[in-house]
Structure formats: structure tokens, C-alpha cells
Nanobody, 124 residues
Framework: QVQLVESGGGLLQPGGSLRLSCAASGNIFSFSAMGWYRQAPGKEREFVAA????????YYADSVKGRFTISRDNAKLTVDLQMNNLKPEDAAKYFC?????????????????WGQGTQVTVSS
């Protein structure tokens, strides 16, 4: 089995910073990439950021470029998302995901395994 556990969500004001973490365990031998997605109530799930295991290539949604940074720790099997200058539009439940044969890290259907999510609330 594969397990993904997100942590680090919380409540903060606009302009604040937050760091999310995703810990992976189980059969991750052939995983090729990990990504972060978010979903607000009544809205579709949207891509946020992704990183490949082999080369560490990063991908970002236009809405978060310059504010969010994704990183990985291969030894710890974790992927972090540093979020700076948070906006009310960033409020959502954030999910991490991974897959064995991810070809396009920005497409959610490429991922086989998903965490349960961590809530990020941005409010003044």
C-alpha cells in the first residue's frame, strides 16, 4: 500500500506564510513525481505545484508562481510546499499526490495515490 499524509495547514491572515508537508510511505519504489493540488468548496480541484523525483524538475500554476516553492527530500520521502504572501484566493483544502508513471505532472489523472488533505484558511 501507499500512504500520503499532509500536515501544516492552518488559519492565517492575508500576506502570511505557511509551510505544508507531505510524508510518503509504503511501496514508493517506482514513483516518478509528487504534486500538490487544492480544492475549495464548490470548485474543481486545481493544480498547484509538482516536482519529479529523478531530476527535481518543478512545475507551478501561474497563480502561485513567485509565491509558492515546492521541494523534496529524497531521504525522508517528503515533499514540502512553502507558501508566501498568501491571498484569500489560496484558501482551500490542499492535497498531495503521487504516481508510478507520471508523464505530465500538471494533470491530476496522472496520479494514482492521494492524501486526505490539509485545510488552509486565509482570512482577515
Amino acid at each position: 500500500q501507499v500512504q500520503l499524509v499532509e500536515s501544516g495547514g492552518g488559519l492565517l491572515q492575508p500576506g502570511g506564510s505557511l509551510r505544508l508537508s507531505c510524508a510518503a510511505s509504503g511501496n514508493i519504489f517506482s514513483f516518478s513525481a509528487m504534486g500538490w493540488y487544492r480544492q475549495a468548496p464548490g470548485k474543481e480541484r486545481e493544480f498547484v505545484a509538482a516536482i519529479t523525483w529523478e531530476r527535481g524538475t518543478t512545475y507551478y500554476a501561474d497563480s502561485v508562481k513567485g509565491r509558492f516553492t515546492i521541494s523534496r527530500d529524497n531521504a525522508k520521502l517528503t515533499v514540502d510546499l512553502q507558501m508566501n504572501n498568501l491571498k484569500p484566493e489560496d484558501a482551500a483544502k490542499y492535497f498531495c499526490a503521487t504516481g508510478k508513471n507520471v508523464i505530465s505532472p500538471m494533470i491530476d489523472s496522472q496520479y494514482e495515490y492521494w492524501g486526505q488533505g490539509t485545510q488552509v484558511t486565509v482570512s482577515s
